[in-house]
């Protein structure tokens, strides 16, 4: 089964084609280097957020790109929800009426089921149930995935993203946006025990997570410093906060692991490429005897490919939707 | 927490963020609907927590989170609740790329982190609410504008 | 040749059909649900109900500014799935000018556009009806109505005002310095059906070619400085 695939959540706009919920023929994602290759060099003022501009034309290159006609598609599957909504409007009208004009059925598709299911594309072998700890940009969650189209939020953050803990502490460092990998890098010469981090206990639900918290620290850190003319040891910082992140997250996760016995255990989300979280993950699972899978980078971000993966499995339990689709910005998993 | 209020202006003095949380709420429990509150404060200073409490205080039950990646998080319902942040955004151009205008004509209350950075997009009659680190945790929040008195 | 057109750029959402010109029904709602729930099911109604499928159609047209950014959005991207999606041409009409097309067409009327654009502006067009279509005055443009009153004023015609932002006008131009009415309601605002008419006569182009033309207003208030720092310059010479 062919899948058309969109998504339009926040800044990627994306188109793919996905066989089987497996197989990626293509994965189609609009970003500023795109903008050349697709005007033919003069290239009008567009905002950062254009989905408006290229979905058409992304949707054409992904069937050039895969070899495939409009008769080939069986179906459209669309992230519905959540997203900013001006995002999330086009796509989802865009694919409703390609689905109307093309005759197949609409498939909409939760955008952080979407990210769970990222590692089906990069690990075929992997079925539910698993543990699967969601780490992008803007979620952090550890979800229960009982089945393709039922899961279960264990835990999430109640204030702040883990990558956005990143990405503000490495402002304050004077490091590049974003964040994550700079100070990956710079932990790498640091000393993880330099400088105390606090381990936010947050109350009712011992898999809920906060990194507020440990971001002010950082700011209060630095702020020190600066007082008191006390040069800030960077690299130990940017090897502290790892650590902090990396015991919070690794620390709940394998203790839902071993509550749920289920000894699969995924890492998606664009964090998941810091090295300490990997590197602790790994050892975590090698010696509790668990499989871990984390997708490639590339998997990692916000793509179409995933929407591709999960709206088949939608489609099999019968989740379909016909022209009224609409979309919204907030919506449970 | 001490508070002292003149005219139309307000400022307290917070020393955690549970307390940040409780002005925040305090003002929820005023704020009309149709208003825009501007946040300004740099990053740690206490924006977020205070909108946390300004949903309590509307009387919403919901998870209030950093719309730092999402830009806009909205929050549903009794009253609504649209949480802005603009740390991500080059300017008072790209607010209206995210849908601000359609926003301000739904029904609730509109509240932006970092205003700093679109600074010209506000028609005047906002709520301004600052924030000022005095210490680690302790913070003086000012709140001005709009035309009720909170 | 079928044409489906669109409209959602304001409150009301709809949709109408049109074959080889002639106009075959229109569905529109004025309130209730968001555009993005009814206007793909208002084109798929029409289409059942005038006996036709979507393969049937030739032209997509769409009202693609100005207006509401979400409303617009939805409304041109429901456009672009079915011209992509059918291979077929695909068309944007400027909203006020679909709101002309729609609008009174006693020969000789002349028509202020306007829509309500917050901070007491109005997106405007003025036009005027020649040969039983609307021509246009002027290009479109976020304008206040004091700034309005002297333009219509010079045209020494009453002025029939239409558009979401027609009251507004209504209340706040002077009536002892030009004569206006307001359009009678069923022809005041927007719709699918001026859409279709204005649509005539405009190339058409791929669903690729397919762009909004958002007037935004920081934009425009930014023009308006500029005009107002200028004309200010010239009071200083």
Known sequence: MLILSIE??????????????????????????????????????????????????????????????????????????????????????????????????????HHVRGHIAANYLAYPELTPPFLCLAISGGNTMLVDVRDYCSMHILGQTRDDAAGECFDKSARVMGLPYPGGKPI????????????????????????????????????????HCEQTGEELDKAGLAASLCRAVSESLVGRTMTAEKELGYKKLAVAGGVAANSRIRGDFQKAAQKAGYELFIPPLRLCGDNAAMIGAQGYYEFLEGHTADSGLNAYATMGL | MPMRRWGCNMVAITNSEVETEEVGEHF?????????????????????????????????????NSPTFTIVNEYLGKRNLFHFDMYRLGGADELYDIGWEDYLGRRGVCAVEWSENVSGAFEGDEYAVRFEKLGDSSRRITIEGGNQSC | MLTLALESSAKAASAALFEDGKFLGQTI??????????????????????????????LVAVAHG????????????????????????????????????????????????AMDARRNQVYNALFEVRGGKPVRLCPDR????????????????????????????????????????????????????????????????????????????????????????????????
């Open chain 1, 8 to 109: 339009s959540s926040c800044d990627e706009t994306a188109v793919a084609l996905v066989e089987d919920g497996r197989k990626v023929l293509t994965d189609q994602i609009f970003s500023q280097a795109d903008l050349h290759a697709i005007y033919g060099g003069v290239v009008p003022e567009i905002a950062a957020r254009s989905h408006l501009e290229v979905i058409s034309r992304l949707a054409e290159r992904a069937l050039q790109v895969a070899g495939v006609t409009r008769a080939d598609i069986d179906a459209v599957a669309v992230t519905y929800a959540p997203g900013l909504i001006g995002a999330v409007l086009v796509g989802v009208n865009f694919a409703k009426s390609a689905a109307m004009a093309l005759g197949v059925p609409l498939i909409p598709v």
């Open chain 1, 184 to 223: 990956d890098e710079l932990s790498k010469r640091g000393d993880d025990h330099k400088y105390e981090l606090p381990r936010p206990y947050v109350g009712q639900n011992p898999y809920d997570m906060s990194f507020s918290g440990l971001k002010t620290s950082v700011i209060n850190i630095a702020h």
């Open chain 3, 66 to 113: 100005p207006g509401s950014f979400t409303g617009l959005r939805i409304g041109m991207a429901a456009a672009k799935g079915l011209a992509w999606g059918l291979q077929i041409p695909a068309v944007g009409v400027s909203t006020l000018e679909a709101m002309a097309f729609g609008g009174p067409d006693a020969e000789g009327s002349m028509l202020c556009c």
């Open chain 2, 28 to 64: 929820g429990t005023q704020i009309p609907d149709g208003s825009v509150v501007a946040l300004y404060g740099e990053l740690g200073s206490g924006k977020t927590a205070f909108v946390r409490g300004m949903a309590r205080g509307m009387g919403i039950d919901c998870l209030v």
């Open chain 3, 29 to 58: 709602q004025t309130d209730g649900l968001t555009h993005s729930r009814t206007l793909m099911p208002m084109a798929e109604f029409l289409l059942k109900n005038t006996e036709h499928t979507v393969k049937d159609l030739g």
């Open chain 3, 142 to 237: 976020a304008i206040s109505v004091a700034e309005l009153e002297p333009e219509l004023i010079s045209y020494k015609k009453p002025w029939i005002l239409l558009g979401d932002g027609a009251e507004l006008c209504y209340n706040t131009l002077d009536k002892k310095k030009l004569a206006f009415q307001l359009a009678p309601e069923p022809l005041r605002i927007q719709s699918a059906r001026g859409v279709g008419l204005a649509a005539v006569g405009i190339p058409s182009g791929t669903a690729d070619d397919l762009l909004p033309v958002y007037l935004r207003l920081s934009q425009a208030e930014r023009e308006r400085q500029e005009r107002i720092k200028k004309t200010k310059e010239k009071d200083h010479e």
